[in-house]
């Protein structure tokens, strides 16, 4: 019998979100890779307008549970929405992207339906009829290899990791799934904007983060001008956070975030071990610290070794002169 | 209210991780092995939870050979008792195992809400809270940075951290709680918890008692790799003006990422 692979479809506002697009194009792809056929799951409100993105995507079939009940997300009603089209689909393979929602529906799902859980996959790809895939575990301390059956098998797909592009567009087999019966027992009752006006860290593609080095939370205006100039998230170290300077949802390390952006712009970060675990798989660091001995300065591609309160404001300048030019 | 906080011990998030010889494991010797950080903030919720309206907390874990050490932590910070599953082959299992075996745990205690650390800071998946509720047929609540238990221990508001802000919600009781830092702040142990805790009971029962089957992975390890990206080490010299514009010089020119 030919794989069947099944990708979920995240969206919010009306759109796609960027990372389930590339949590769509993996499930092409590892369908393609053992001969086997992509379909997708679509759960909301009003999403019929979202068939056609995951068709976009190579989903030969698309399942939609278009419901009230499915307006706002809830692990219960999303994961009855998923485990339906997964039975009826007879999926072997699940892919969705480990995004917040993700992180919450995934594992549910998996216990539903008895299948193992690939959390925060950065590496995937069929060989020998197995799944090879990759996975940091320490917050990336260490990078584990495995080889999973082509079977009964959630994968969730970090976010920021893996390409997406556009499959064919045919018109695909679309099917109803039924939640009517389903009342979740958790309910959102509103979403709350962060009060940051930046881009969130975990979704960033640039990070300015801040540390010890700013001295306090009142230079933090600093680290934030850089950061607007640059559209970048922003970043801290647990110094920082612990000390009251800045919320925890900016925490990158450990016990906070493990981000991968292009750009990753430390200021006044020593790097301590377990910072350095949340940030060491980003594309391009920078280091800014007075101190040429941090150990910041070792996993930095450019290092520049000075007084953040006097290179911040200019580099701020700077990055504003290169954008308005261009 | 009876509270449950399932905890498990890990490696210290400042231990240096590296591969054992065969390759397919972490070599953790001479690790510092602590309570697992998101743990704590669950641990303090359930205390504070039981100071508020009464109650026991009952901590629930699955360890291997040290795992009396993070239990006497629990209990000297406040928990009433302990129950371990002490089985290497569990500690190690996957997450569809472990939350079989907790939920196991859980069921044989019949609480009323059972608190855990979003995630474990070895293993990074944030999957057992999820599969514990599911195995439960209780709701969930992860991620969650604020909790409010209703009067009559019936239902809860939780704000949950989601990208770019918080979402509220309003959860049915029983229900997993999975807590993330900012929570609360945890407290410390004091003199008169250590040696209290020295009076309480740490249950220890085997997998035969809850009655599971030997753990069976699907997944397997191929091999475990310290992941290291070769940096280019530059370092960017001059005034603070001219590293400055030097800097953004490279990033736009060179490296094209602004």
């Given at each position: 019998m030919a794989l069947k692979v099944l990708a979920i479809v995240e969206h919010r506002g009306g759109e796609v979100r960027k990372s389930s697009l590339e949590a769509l194009t993996l499930a092409h792809r590892l369908a393609g890779e053992a001969g086997g056929t992509m379909a997708a799951v679509v759960a909301g409100k009003g999403v019929s307008g979202l068939v056609a993105v995951a068709a976009g995507r190579g989903a030969a079939s698309v399942y939609t549970a278009d419901h009230e009940m499915l307006a706002l997300y809830s692990t219960e009603g999303y994961a009855a929405a998923a485990a339906r089209a997964a039975r009826k689909s007879g999926a072997d393979v699940i892919v969705l992207s480990a995004t917040a929602q993700g992180k919450d529906l995934g594992p549910r799902l998996a216990a539903r339906l008895g299948y193992a859980y690939l959390a925060d996959v950065v590496d995937a790809r069929v060989e020998g009829g197995k799944l090879l895939v990759s996975r940091p575990e320490y917050a990336g301390k260490a990078l584990l290899k495995l080889a999973a059956p082509m079977s009964k098998l959630v994968v969730a797909a970090r976010p920021n990791v893996f390409p997406s592009g556009a499959a064919g567009s045919g018109s695909p087999e679309t099917v109803s799934v039924d939640v009517s019966d389903v009342s979740p027992r958790a309910k959102v009752l509103r979403f709350v904007t962060s009060a940051q006006e930046t881009v969130d860290v975990a979704e960033a593609d640039v990070i300015v983060a801040g540390g010890r080095g700013l001295k306090g939370p009142e230079h933090f205006p600093l680290l934030l001008a850089l950061a607007q100039a640059l559209g970048a998230g922003v970043g801290a170290s647990r110094a920082v956070v612990d000390a009251g300077w800045i919320d925890h949802e900016h925490q990158v390390g450990q016990t906070g975030k493990t981000v991968s952006p292009t750009l990753y712009v430390a200021c006044g970060v020593s790097g301590a071990i377990q910072h350095l675990a949340g940030m060491?798989?980003?594309k391009c660091i920078v280091a800014i610290n007075k101190d040429p001995e941090a150990p910041i300065f070792k996993v930095a591609d450019y290092g520049v070794v000075g007084d953040l309160f006097e290179i911040l404001p200019r580099l701020t300048e700077a990055v504003k002169k290169v954008k308005g030019g261009g | 209210m009876k509270i449950a906080v399932c905890l498990k011990q890990v490696p210290s998030t400042d231990s240096r991780i590296k591969p054992g010889a065969d390759g397919?494991?972490?070599?953790?010797?001479g690790v510092e092995w602590v309570v697992n950080p998101f743990d704590e903030y669950a641990l303090e919720e359930a205390l504070r939870l039981k100071e508020k309206r009464g109650g026991e907390v009952v901590v629930l874990s699955i360890g291997g050979d040290r795992i009396e050490e993070a239990m006497r932590t629990a209990l000297a910070l406040g928990a009433d008792r302990a129950v371990v599953l002490k089985d290497a082959g569990f500690f190690r299992a996957d997450a569809l195992t472990v939350s079989a075996a907790l939920a196991a745990l859980v069921k044989r205690e019949s609480p009323d809400v059972v608190f855990c650390g979003?995630?474990?800071?070895?293993?990074?998946?944030?999957?057992v809270p999820a599969m514990l509720a599911e195995r439960l047929d209780w709701p969930q609540a992860t991620v969650v940075v604020k909790l409010e238990i209703a009067e009559d221990g019936k239902t809860a508001r939780a704000d949950r951290e989601v990208e770019g802000g918080r979402e509220e919600i309003e959860i049915a009781l029983p229900a997993v709680i999975a807590a993330q830092k900012g929570l609360n702040e945890p407290r410390y142990a004091n003199l008169k918890g250590i040696m209290g805790a020295k009076k309480k009971t740490i249950e220890v029962i085997s997998p035969a008692d809850l009655g599971l089957s030997p753990p069976a992975a699907t997944v397997t390890v191929l091999a475990i790799e310290q992941p290291s990206q070769a940096r280019k080490n530059r370092m960017i010299q001059g005034d603070a003006a001219r590293q400055a514009e030097e800097l953004v010089r490279v990033l736009h020119e060179e490296e094209k990422l602004i």
């Open positions: 060491r798989t980003s | 397919v494991s972490v070599d953790l010797s979003k995630q474990a800071v070895d293993n990074d998946e944030m999957a």
